[in-house]
């Protein structure tokens, strides 16, 4: 079993950065990929970044590729996501997940733990 707890969501005006943490428990962390997905009203929940094993490889949707930044602290068991130029359209629960699959990793179905996730919202 793992455990993942987000935590640094917030409310920020559009052009703002946040950055977002999940502290993982339970399992070897660096035995897992983990990616961060987001969910708006009403929509399907999407994916947003993910991180290999070895912290070598990162993937991004293109809604967000230049802006935000995944990382990963093995000291701290800690994945981040690091978010820069915040829009509206970020509005959304972002969730943390972890995966025994090297990756990428970009679909809900191929992680098998989940955080209870974060709300960020972004004022225009």
């Known amino acids: 079993q793992v455990q993942l707890v987000e935590s640094g969501g917030g409310l920020v005006q559009a052009g703002g950065s946040l950055r977002l943490s999940c502290v993982a428990s339970g399992r070897t962390f660096s035995s897992y990929g983990l990616g961060w997905f987001r969910q708006a009203p009403g929509k399907e929940r999407e994916f947003v970044a993910d991180?290999?094993?070895?912290?070598?490889?990162?993937y991004y949707a293109g809604s967000v590729k230049g802006r935000f930044t995944i990382s990963r602290d093995y000291n701290k068991n800690t994945v981040y996501l690091q978010m820069n130029n915040l829009k509206p359209e970020d509005t959304a629960v972002y969730y943390c997940?972890?995966?025994?699959?090297?990756?990428?990793?970009?679909?809900?179905?191929?992680?098998?733990?989940w955080g209870q996730g974060t709300q960020v919202t972004v004022s225009s």
């Open positions: 997940a972890a995966s025994s699959n090297y990756g990428p990793n970009m679909h809900p179905y191929e992680y098998h733990y």
């Open positions: 991180i290999s094993w070895t912290g070598a490889r990162t």
